[in-house]
């Protein structure tokens, strides 16, 4: 990897040791150019033209391996698959010879397959070859929500408009039954013909990973989508491209991101990799100032600036005791995860946070780790980074 950027002028200037977290934090993330902007200089067509050229895969696994290999590994915690619109978790054994099969669970409601973010009958069908089993369009699902979200297109819903509810492993249909403080972390279905039309609206905090994922498969495979319904995807640009911009992507999205690439001749989405490309492309109404993971990490050696990512880890490195420092976000009940370099969750905690607090992981070997925190009011996300010594 060739980093665009020289940190030896700034060697005098920045802790070493916070030279080295920065620098490795950006390796791992990326395993691309770590560029301020991909392709910065192109728009329009010919910008769509040149990120087909360079990140469109001309292999992808077949689709039980995608399957497999997205259960197994990219969307799997802690022995757990997660559906990706409502939260819904079902353990996985490590050494389960029938993944597909597990999960499925003989079609029970709260068993898990796998779901076509841009869906099967709008262009990724098995008839137009590599757009079926792309992973960068496919996520786990729990097969109620699968079901409900059919083909509809995704928007906002107004709440009195909503007919299911989905939460983990619950389904509501009374909008009265549900908290006002979980709303966010419900998804939504808007039913108008049987399972024929509708909408359908992920939880909070995942509204952004559905657009870049949208963003991605119209991209690339834009004649097929076009050809099964030319209006699909522009009815809900405009909420794809708000989406976008409200949640931008995080860490746990960059590795998943990364562990796709590896399947499929090391293509990443794009969109993930460069949040300005959504807004050069299909949000031209939006301002293309954006601040993505990458850039962030890149900016303290390109404007000569600390890094000052939202959560803030005192002392770093550490021993795995330290203080969490969240001041540049609103108090509240947040779900914190600490996940390692490969991916895998060490720590989990809900609780009210506000300003500092202490976390303790002290039994961890030493290494980089990452911080995912999510407002569970919000559904905002935020990110940082730190390392454990020995």
Known sequence: MV?????????????RRGIVMIMMFAYTMSMVNAQNRILPHLDGDMLKRALVDDYKPGFVELYTDARIKMYREIYNTSDSVECLYSGHKVYLPPFVSAPIQYLYNNENPNGINAEHIYPRSKGANEENGNAFSDLHNLAPSRIAVNSARS??????????????????????????????????KYAEADIIDSFFEGFFEPREEVKGDVARSIFYFYTMYQ???????????????????????????DSIEYQRNLLKAKYQQGKSNPFILDCSLANRLYCTDISS???DLITAVNEPFRLQKPFKPKVRVIPNPNTGKFIMDITDTPPGP???????????LIYSMRERLDFYNTVNIW????????????????????????QITG
């Open 3 to 15: 980093l665009q950027f020289s940190v030896i002028p700034y060697l005098q200037d920045m802790d």
């Open 151 to 184: 083909n509809f297109a995704f928007t906002e819903i107004t709440d009195t408009e909503t007919d299911l509810w989905f939460y983990r492993d619950q389904t509501q249909t009374n909008l009265e039954n549900i908290p006002l403080d979980k709303l966010g």
């Open 223 to 249: 004649e097929e989508a076009l050809e099964a319904d030319p209006e699909f995807f522009e009815n809900m640009r405009e909420v794809l491209c708000q989406w976008h911009k409200m949640d931008p992507a």
């Open 289 to 291: 100032e954006c601040v």
């Open 334 to 344: 947040y779900h914190l995860k600490v996940f390692d370099v490969e991916g895998r």
């Open 363 to 386: 039994n961890n070997r030493p290494g980089i780790y990452f911080l995912h925190l999510v407002n569970e009011q919000s559904g905002k996300k935020y990110s940082g980074s730190f």
